[in-house]
């Protein structure tokens, strides 16, 4: 299984950027679908998962600002991010858990804020 995420880049605070993240292969059967960050100098953190019945889970932190959704015909997950802050400044990566194989990574988009 491949991932592949981009549409990272350098906005400006307040405003908006819609990372996807392709897989290899039919995301129908993954279980959870998922985006990381990692800041510099920070631990790797949970962003936003989805799961293969549509469920969605999101880092406390967030406040309602972003939104991960999936679209199964293009295997491909989103995540909208809106209202951006400095501190989302950060490498984005997509995540895939397969429950009876193992987790896939992506190899990350970089997302600058600036203020």
């Known amino acids: 299984v491949q991932l592949q995420a981009c549409g990272g880049g350098l906005v400006q605070a307040g405003g908006s950027l819609r990372l996807s993240c392709v897989v290899s292969?039919?995301?129908?059967?993954?279980?959870?679908m998922g985006w990381y960050r990692q800041a510099p100098g920070k631990q790797r953190e949970l962003v936003a998962t989805?799961?293969?019945?549509?469920?969605?889970n999101y880092a406390e932190y967030l406040k309602g600002r972003f939104t991960i959704s999936r679209d199964n015909a293009k295997n491909t997950v989103y995540l909208q991010m809106n209202s951006l802050k400095p501190e989302d400044t950060a490498v984005y990566y997509c995540?895939?858990?397969?429950?009876?194989?193992?987790?896939?990574w992506g190899q990350g988009t970089l997302v600058t804020v600036s203020s």
């Open positions: 995540n895939a858990q397969i429950f009876t194989d193992r987790n896939y």
């Open positions: 292969r039919s995301i129908v059967s993954i279980d959870i």
């Open positions: 989805i799961t293969r019945g549509g469920n969605q």
